[in-house]
């Protein structure tokens, strides 16, 4: 089990929680609708320091936007003391609810979780009408599992509803299904293998050294190809190089930006194959050095 500090995605640092966040945390803590489905809150202003004192490094982060700076949330992942099965948790700000802030964090928690803490299961319970929520987790991969009745107080509506409880093995993770008609491990797939054909080896080299350097991909292979097309009209033949680039699938639209502000075609061949499955290690590589 190794404990981290700090994680990165795309969008969001998520970083040790600090007093110095007590403005952010309070906005977010004291507010009835942020709060609705906790199991705290709204908080008083004692209650948000106390928090804050009492966060652990590599369990508790704050989440914090990676272009301003700004904290818009807290996350965190609780394993048992097995080492066994751990418990996510997060919040974000309303202001910055819907924006696909929860599913990148949370994916990021996963792979933390399986990765690094080495779980052999994730679990997180919720309103069974928090939609937000659950559909966070139904996005990342995870399944829901149980319904327990009436077992959460509605702080709101002053009455018992349903909580839901999801899950997900290490089994599961590292080895994503494909359902008929869909794609790896769900709707959203968790690995991905992206080509692009580029002029030539030189162009290739510079896309795959900016991906690998901004943490985009895991692995990127040239291979010298022989291409026939039409463009504009007009059959024509090239000596191109091909990348195979094997990443995790929520980094495509990043990876895509990459290639074209570098690629010297007005219209570059990008396209994304789900991987289906593999070999449970080298997924598992995949996630822990593509970030």
């Known amino acids: 089990m190794r404990y981290k500090d700090t994680l990165t995605t795309e969008r969001l640092v998520l970083r040790p929680l600090t007093s110095a966040d007590f403005a952010a945390a309070h906005s977010w ?130 009455e018992w509803i349903d909580e839901a409880e999801y899950a997900l093995l290490a089994e599961e993770y590292f080895t994503p299904k494909c359902p008929p008609g869909g794609q790896a491990g769900g709707a959203e797939g968790r690995y991905a293998v992206i080509t692009t054909a580029c002029a030539d080896t030189e162009e290739a080299g510079k896309i795959a050294t900016i991906l690998l350097e901004g943490e985009l991909a895991a692995c990127v292979q040239f291979f010298p190809v022989s291409s026939r097309y039409v463009w504009q009209g007009e059959t024509r033949a090239d000596n191109e190089t091909l990348l195979f680039i094997k990443c995790r699938r929520d980094k495509y639209a990043a990876i895509e930006r990459a290639i074209l502000a570098n690629h010297s075609y007005e219209l570059p061949e990008i396209l994304l194959t789900p991987v289906a499955g593999g070999h449970q290690r080298y997924l598992g590589w995949i996630d822990k050095d593509d970030k």
């Open 29 to 158: 803590g004291s507010d009835l609708a942020n709060t609705r489905y906790m199991l705290w809150g709204p908080n008083s202003e004692e209650q948000t320091r106390d928090f804050l004192a009492t966060a652990r490094p590599g369990k508790d982060f704050a989440v914090v936007l990676r272009d301003s700076g700004q904290v818009i949330g807290s996350c965190g992942i609780y394993p048992d003391p097995a080492g066994d099965t751990g418990e996510l948790g997060w919040i974000l700000h309303k202001d910055h609810w819907k924006r696909g802030f929860g599913t990148e964090l949370g994916s990021e928690l996963l792979s933390y979780g399986f990765n690094d803490l080495r779980l052999r299961r994730v679990c997180a319970p919720c309103a069974a009408v928090n939609y937000g929520s659950y559909r966070v987790m139904e996005r990342n991969g995870m399944r829901r599992e149980a319904v327990r009745v009436k077992a959460f107080w509605d702080r709101v509506d002053k």
